[in-house]
């Protein structure tokens, strides 16, 4: 802690009024708070969200401004960014956001999203990174590090819990502790703690029966005590409900969809009970604390002491004209994005090698709609108004030039959605203006199924570019179940009985089943949205430009467990108007199958799924060999091991690996994984090179955290190391004692 920083903030709290206190932690605008005039206190100017800097609103309407100075580089979502697992790429992809969001003068990012995606139907989970906690992690903190760069704070969210859309406002998550402790917590302790991240979000749910805004365990107990964070904490957008719990809890800034910024529970609202001596106004000083030490470290002012007419300390705030100035849509961070989309992009299957296709064929058919929509003004908050967007048939049309001729059709129809006079944001707090619409094959995608089908006839080559849009990967929205929409299913099976060697290229943000034709197809390549660049980069990954190099952050199952169905969220009914009224009626999603998250839960109840995670092939081959296990020596006790293996190319063609290791114990009891992934590293080969790769674990990584106790434990035992190229291809394995 910086003492002399303290106190100067402590005097320079003392001489602001109530009223300037409380207009800084509250919105006094849709993306902003007061600031304080009198004493040079700019207000904290925000914006969404991970895949760019959102357009510029109104202040007091959801109204874009409408000017064409925000359109904004479109970075990829986390869901692709994820797919690289490529730290340094991680690190590059926050720094553009960070320097756009700067460039576009803004001081907090809401970005980035690092939920865990509990369930495959979960609305957000394109804004999110994985299913598991340390590839969350390892990802989250150099994203934070880029932005952070910029003298822009990232406000990490939605901490925490916040794993469905349905209901979002009003579940209430119950959940044990260990699962807590050990799958939904990790990435955003080591966002504080590693990323030293400025600022977090908390989330609208509620935790065992608190809104988590208010939330003494989680928000005081946890981040600030536990983990320390000394930043500030913002709510959701409409995510606080009461004044004195939400005053006297941790959270700094209320912010929230409605123009009655007066209204709000931190503003009018709280001054008058500090007033009646209901609160205590020290409670406000903590928040300002927190806020103007964010913008010190931000380089947004300076504090300096002077002497005042009667020779008392005073503080002068000034504008810190150090402070970096950002850029946006510079020629850099359009690179940028292109790398970090053709690292996404994962072959699926590639059976005889019918992929990459030659660049010099004469003719080719793109169906399928996802190859000419534009995806960047979707999704809910994380909408962008991009510079431009190579959609995939622009991107495959520019690779192959002018001699080939490149046909498109449809194949399907996207039902228009209903005009609405309202932004959805005005609308977010209400529940029942939210509801889903459910895509159904109209009359129109039978007839242009049959002339697609008909087309495929005369085309040797074919490519597909399907699957979902922001229509179901949206924000405040879950789906039913992971069917392809606009009877997409019956179009491929068509396709495949005349192209039975069609390459299949499925966009999407969170999993789709595949089961009804998957395995009669030949070549499958996943991508998520992959920002302003992705159709360049799948049309060089198609035509063998780049060599694919991305693997799964999420497992495509064949269909939603269970558990994780939306049905399963709420098996009573939903609540009324009336009952969400009342701060105590909630509906409870109880978190019963614990840590058994993702490929946790399939491992563990032997469920075959489509493709595992991280699964994804490459061009060349890789061989794996010379595993070689070492205790790292220490004094005391040992502090981990040294694992290390040799990787081969022997394809014909350089190539990318990303080397997976996972621990489990030897014989897996019950309460525990099968296996866990703890330590990864992405490696570039030449053709016949020999690569030796280093992966290090560290006791913690063998603990577990052990409820009754309230702690961390080690249980001795035998383990066993498993490394390979996915969670199902493991190439190497050793048992070792603890
Ligand atoms: C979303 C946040 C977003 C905020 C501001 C909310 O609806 O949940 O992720 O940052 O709106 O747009």
Same mark, same amino acid.
């Given at each position: 802690?910086?003492?002399?920083?303290?106190?100067?903030?402590?005097?320079?709290?003392?001489?602001?009024?109530?009223?300037?206190?409380?207009?800084?932690?509250? +919105?006094?605008?849709?993306?902003?708070?007061?600031?304080?005039?009198?004493?040079?206190?700019?207000? =904290?100017?925000?914006?969404?969200?991970?895949?760019?800097?959102?357009?510029?609103?109104?202040?007091?309407q959801?109204? *874009?401004?409408?000017?064409?100075?925000?359109?904004?580089?479109?970075?990829?979502?986390?869901?692709?960014?994820?797919?690289?697992?490529n730290?340094?790429?991680?690190?590059?992809?926050?720094? &553009?956001?960070?320097?756009?969001?700067?460039?576009?003068?803004?001081?907090?990012?809401?970005?980035?999203?690092?939920?865990?995606?509990?369930?495959?139907?979960?609305?957000?989970?394109?804004? @999110?990174?994985?299913?598991?906690?340390?590839?969350t992690?390892?990802?989250?903190?150099?994203?934070?590090? +880029?932005?952070?760069?910029?003298?822009?704070?990232?406000?990490?969210?939605?901490?925490?819990?916040?794993?469905?859309? /349905?209901?979002?406002?009003?579940?209430?998550?119950?959940a044990?502790?260990?699962?807590m402790?050990?799958?939904?917590?990790?990435?955003?302790?080591?966002?504080?703690?590693?990323?030293?991240?400025?600022?977090?979000?908390?989330? @609208?749910?509620?935790?065992?029966?608190?809104?988590?805004?208010?939330?003494?365990?989680?928000?005081?107990t946890?981040?600030?005590?536990?983990?320390?964070?000394?930043?500030?904490?913002?709510?959701?957008?409409?995510?606080?409900?009461?004044?004195?719990?939400?005053?006297?809890?941790?959270?700094?800034?209320?912010?929230?969809?409605?123009?009655?910024?007066?209204?709000?529970?931190?503003?009018?609202?709280?001054?008058?009970?500090?007033?009646?001596?209901?609160?205590?106004?020290?409670?406000?000083?903590?928040?300002?604390?927190?806020?103007?030490?964010?913008?010190?470290?931000?380089?947004?002012?300076?504090?300096?002491?002077?002497?005042?007419?009667?020779?008392?300390?005073k503080i002068?705030?000034?504008?810190?004209?150090?402070?970096?100035?950002?850029?946006?849509?510079?020629?850099?961070?359009?690179?940028?994005?292109?790398?970090v989309?053709r690292?996404?992009?994962?072959?699926?299957?590639?059976?005889?090698?019918?992929?990459?296709?030659?660049?010099?064929?004469?003719?080719?058919?793109?169906?399928?709609?996802?190859?000419?929509?534009?995806?960047?003004?979707?999704?809910?908050?994380?909408?962008?108004?991009?510079?431009?967007?190579?959609?995939?048939?622009?991107?495959?049309?520019?690779?192959?030039?002018?001699?080939?001729?490149?046909?498109?059709?449809?194949?399907?129809?996207?039902p228009?959605? !209903?005009?609405?006079?309202?932004?959805?944001?005005?609308?977010?707090?209400?529940?029942?203006?939210?509801?889903?619409?459910?895509?159904?094959?109209?009359?129109?995608?039978?007839?242009?199924?049959?002339?697609?089908?008909?087309?495929?006839?005369?085309?040797k080559?074919?490519?597909? &570019? +399907?699957?979902?849009?922001?229509?179901?990967?949206?924000?405040?929205?879950?789906?039913?179940?992971l069917?392809?929409?606009?009877?997409?299913?019956?179009?491929?099976?068509?396709?495949?009985?005349?192209? *039975?060697?069609?390459?299949?290229?499925?966009?999407?943000?969170?999993?789709?089943?595949?089961?009804?034709?998957?395995?009669?197809?030949?070549?499958?390549?996943?991508?998520?949205?992959?920002?302003?660049? +992705?159709?360049?980069?799948?049309?060089e990954?198609?035509?063998?430009?780049?060599?694919?190099?991305? !693997?799964?952050?999420? /497992?495509?199952?064949?269909?939603?467990p269970?558990?994780?169905?939306?049905?399963?969220?709420? *098996?009573?009914?939903?609540?009324?108007?009336?009952?969400?009224?009342?701060?105590?009626?909630? =509906?409870?999603?109880?978190?019963?199958?614990g840590?058994?998250?993702?490929?946790?839960?399939?491992e563990?109840?032997?469920?075959?799924?489509?493709?595992?995670?991280?699964?994804?092939?490459?061009?060349?081959?890789?061989? @794996?060999?010379?595993?070689?296990?070492?205790?790292?020596?220490?004094?005391?006790?040992?502090?981990?091991?040294?694992v290390?293996?040799?990787?081969?190319?022997?394809?014909?063609?350089?190539?990318?690996?990303? &080397?997976q290791?996972?621990?489990?114990?030897?014989?897996?009891?019950?309460?525990?994984?099968?296996?866990?992934?703890?330590?990864?590293?992405?490696?570039?080969?030449?053709p016949?090179?020999?690569?030796?790769?280093?992966?290090?674990?560290?006791?913690?990584?063998?603990?577990?955290?052990?409820?009754?106790?309230?702690?961390?434990?080690?249980?001795?035992?035998?383990?066993?190391? @498993?490394?390979?190229?996915?969670?199902?291809?493991?190439?190497?394995?050793?048992?070792?004692?603890?």
């Amino acid at each position: 802690m910086d003492k002399v920083l303290e106190n100067r903030i402590c005097l320079l709290i003392k001489e602001m009024t109530l009223e300037e206190k409380t207009g800084m932690i509250h +919105g006094a605008g849709l993306f902003r708070t007061a600031g304080v005039e009198r004493i040079h206190i700019p207000p =904290l100017k925000m914006s969404d969200g991970p895949m760019g800097v959102r357009s510029e609103f109104v202040n007091d309407q959801w109204m *874009p401004v409408g000017t064409p100075d925000d359109y904004v580089t479109y970075c990829p979502s986390n869901s692709a960014i994820a797919m690289t697992w490529n730290r340094k790429l991680a690190r590059n992809a926050g720094k &553009v956001l960070g320097e756009e969001a700067r460039g576009r003068g803004k001081d907090v990012i809401l970005a980035p999203g690092i939920n865990i995606k509990r369930t495959p139907a979960c609305g957000r989970n394109f804004e @999110y990174i994985s299913e598991d906690p340390r590839l969350t992690s390892e990802l989250a903190v150099p994203i934070v590090r +880029g932005i952070e760069t910029s003298d822009v704070a990232a406000c990490v969210k939605h901490f925490a819990m916040n794993n469905q859309e /349905t209901e979002r406002l009003w579940v209430n998550v119950e959940a044990d502790e260990r699962t807590m402790r050990e799958i939904y917590f990790p990435a955003f302790q080591a966002v504080v703690q590693k990323a030293g991240a400025k600022s977090i979000m908390g989330s @609208y749910n509620l935790i065992r029966g608190t809104h988590v805004c208010e939330n003494k365990d989680i928000m005081g107990t946890v981040l600030r005590k536990e983990w320390g964070f000394d930043g500030t904490i913002i709510s959701d957008w409409g995510a606080v409900h009461t004044t004195k719990g939400t005053a006297e809890g941790s959270l700094d800034i209320e912010m929230s969809v409605t123009s009655d910024f007066d209204d709000y529970f931190l503003a009018n609202p709280l001054i008058s009970e500090i007033r009646k001596g209901h609160i205590d106004e020290a409670c406000v000083d903590e928040k300002v604390r927190n806020i103007l030490r964010m913008m010190v470290r931000l380089h947004m002012i300076e504090l300096t002491e002077v002497p005042d007419s009667d020779g008392k300390k005073k503080i002068l705030v000034q504008k810190n004209k150090n402070r970096k100035a950002g850029s946006y849509n510079t020629a850099k961070h359009r690179f940028e994005v292109l790398k970090v989309a053709r690292e996404s992009i994962t072959l699926l299957k590639n059976e005889d090698r019918k992929l990459p296709l030659d660049p010099a064929i004469d003719k080719v058919l793109v169906i399928g709609q996802n190859a000419v929509i534009s995806q960047a003004m979707g999704g809910g908050s994380a909408e962008i108004k991009a510079l431009y967007e190579i959609t995939p048939l622009l991107g495959i049309s520019k690779f192959l030039g002018g001699n080939c001729e490149v046909r498109y059709a449809r194949g399907y129809d996207i039902p228009a959605k !209903k005009e609405s006079d309202h932004n959805w944001q005005e609308d977010s707090l209400d529940a029942s203006k939210a509801a889903a619409e459910t895509a159904k094959e109209t009359e129109d995608s039978a007839r242009l199924r049959k002339e697609a089908v008909e087309l495929a006839k005369e085309y040797k080559h074919v490519i597909y &570019v +399907g699957g979902l849009n922001h229509d179901q990967d949206l924000e405040g929205q879950d789906r039913a179940d992971l069917t392809l929409p606009y009877g997409q299913d019956r179009l491929i099976t068509e396709l495949l009985e005349v192209r *039975p060697d069609m390459t299949i290229v499925m966009l999407a943000g969170s999993p789709v089943s595949m089961k009804p034709w998957a395995d009669r197809a030949k070549a499958i390549v996943w991508m998520s949205y992959s920002g302003m660049e +992705g159709g360049t980069a799948l049309a060089e990954v198609l035509f063998g430009a780049v060599n694919p190099s991305g !693997k799964l952050a999420e /497992t495509l199952p064949e269909e939603i467990p269970e558990c994780f169905r939306k049905e399963a969220y709420f *098996p009573g009914r939903p609540l009324t108007d009336e009952e969400k009224k009342h701060m105590n009626a909630h =509906l409870t999603q109880t978190y019963a199958e614990g840590i058994f998250v993702g490929y946790r839960y399939y491992e563990k109840n032997r469920i075959p799924v489509q493709f595992c995670f991280g699964h994804g092939l490459s061009y060349t081959d890789f061989t @794996y060999d010379n595993l070689k296990i070492e205790e790292i020596p220490s004094k005391a006790r040992a502090n981990g091991f040294d694992v290390q293996l040799q990787v081969r190319n022997v394809g014909a063609l350089e190539g990318k690996e990303t &080397v997976q290791l996972y621990l489990g114990e030897k014989t897996v009891s019950p309460e525990n994984p099968v296996k866990e992934l703890k330590a990864f590293e992405k490696i570039c080969l030449r053709p016949r090179e020999t690569k030796t790769v280093l992966l290090k674990i560290t006791m913690e990584d063998f603990m577990h955290y052990d409820e009754a106790a309230g702690t961390w434990r080690l249980k001795h035992g035998d383990y066993r190391i @498993y490394v390979g190229s996915s969670l199902q291809d493991i190439q190497l394995t050793q048992d070792i004692t603890i």
